[in-house]
């Protein structure tokens, strides 16, 4: 994939993602799960549940308790919303713009990166000033960022 169109996959994503952040706290799934939650508040049973499943109630319980563990796979989720009457909706919400990760993350690398250059200048005598330093550090990390691939991610960069 070339760096224009990584770039444009995170803008594209970015905009369709920017629309999800305020409803993502309110998806936040309930303390005893999804599952048992709309099961309950529609009135159905864990064997009325497990009926419309084709399982036994006692899977139905075990479902729900490894839902609100964290240890439930989709699949079994996608059987439980349809089961329910719902559909299953996954998606990731980035904390924040991916294009803004992909400069955060730039701006580490390249502070590593010039890190020791600057190191071996203040031995030589020859630091450069604060401005300067922060001068450098954008130019780096703004190419970094424009040039982003796996690299930008390893844990020696």
């Known amino acids: 994939m070339t760096k224009i169109s990584r770039r444009l ?5 970015d905009q369709r993602l920017a629309q999800l952040r305020p409803v993502a706290q309110l998806a936040a799934k ?3 799960g999804w599952i048992r939650s709309i099961r309950q508040s529609l009135g159905m049973t864990a064997a009325q549940l497990a009926e419309r499943m084709g399982v036994t109630q006692p899977r139905i319980i075990a479902l729900e308790r490894a839902e609100a563990e964290g240890a439930v796979t989709l699949k079994s989720l996608k059987r439980a919303a349809e089961a329910l009457n719902c559909r299953l909706v996954y998606t990731f919400v980035p904390n924040e ?3 803004q990760v992909v400069r955060n993350r730039a701006r ?5 990166r010039l890190a020791g250059v600057e190191h071996s200048m203040r031995l030589e005598n020859q630091a ?3 401005e300067a330093q922060e001068e450098r550090l954008q130019e780096a990390s703004d190419q970094l960022a424009a040039n982003a691939h796996g690299s930008l991610w390893a844990k020696r960069a």
């Not at 580490?108 to 590593?112: F, I, M, R, S, Y």
Request: charge should be neutral; aromatic fraction near 0%; hydrophobic fraction near 35%.
């Open 97 to 99: 713009p991916l294009e």
């Open 9 to 13: 996959l995170r803008k594209s994503l």
């Open 108 to 112: 580490v690398v390249a502070g590593e």
């Open 128 to 130: 450069t000033s604060s």
């Open 30 to 32: 309930p303390p005893l």
